[in-house]
């Protein structure tokens, strides 16, 4: 069965500088791996996805994800955070097929001015 | 653009009281589905539908059940409400065909048994 980690719960960063949410997964086959964001009181927006054969995605906001196979992560990256990136970021993988989506736990990033 | 809509956003229920929340689509998607989110947990999957007259279990499905007799409608449905239940409960649906498809949510209901 496939699952995903997100090993920190909270990542604080400064306005401009470099942030990065950590996610790793596992999988039997081939993995597909999202990446969504959680403003508060709101349903969860699609951020980016892994496609195949593209080690650094780009997405939406000005977000990016490097996937890295030997190490099974698929990190959320940004050059220059903005205080309005300050959300809950859920990392997301599926195994194939027509098996659910299986989430990580949330990273909670605040962005401070 | 309606997009993924859930009915009712917030509701109190009394321990056990039944109740149905919606979730409706108008994306053509097969695949739909439900989770509940609560604190340090993510989100969990209940139940999902890969087409009309489909469903399976998911991790959490005790004390739900769902139907799909229409592709745009699933809703879950809470038998005998328990204070456990309290927490927000996102539908999420996509195409099938593909597993790299991304899902599209609802604006969630946020529930609260007493």
């Known amino acids: 069965a496939q699952s995903v980690a997100q090993p920190e719960d909270q990542v604080n960063v400064a306005e401009g500088n470099p942030l990065t949410v950590k996610c790793t997964y596992s999988v039997s086959g081939n993995p597909y791996l999202f990446w969504y964001v959680q403003y508060p009181n709101r349903g969860l927006q699609f951020l980016l996805k892994?496609?195949?054969?593209?080690?650094l995605v780009k997405g939406s906001y000005g977000f990016e994800a490097e996937f890295n196979k030997s190490q099974t992560s698929f990190h959320l990256k940004k050059p220059s955070a903005l205080v309005s990136d300050s959300a809950l970021y859920f990392c997301?993988?599926?195994?194939?097929?027509?098996?659910?989506?299986?989430f990580g736990k949330g990273t909670r990033l605040s962005v401070i001015a | 653009n309606a997009g993924v809509t859930q009915t009712p956003k917030f509701q109190v229920l009394k321990t056990g009281q039944s109740m149905t929340l919606q979730c409706a689509q108008d994306m053509n998607h097969e695949y739909m589905s439900w989770y509940r989110q609560d604190p340090g947990m993510g989100l969990r999957l209940i139940h999902y539908?890969?087409?009309?007259?489909?469903?399976d279990q998911g991790e959490v499905p005790n004390g739900y059940n769902v139907s799909r007799s229409t592709t745009e409608d699933f809703p879950l449905r809470l038998l005998s409400a328990a204070p456990s239940q309290t927490s927000v409960y996102f539908c999420?649906?996509?195409?099938?065909?593909?597993?790299?498809?991304?899902?599209?949510f609802g604006q969630g209901t946020r529930l609260t048994v007493v």
């Open positions: 997301a993988v599926r195994d194939g097929g027509n098996t659910p989506l299986v």
């Open positions: 999420a649906s996509s195409k099938t065909g593909h597993p790299n498809t991304e899902a599209f």
């Open positions: 539908s890969v087409g009309a007259g489909i469903t």
């Open positions: 892994y496609i195949t054969g593209d080690n």
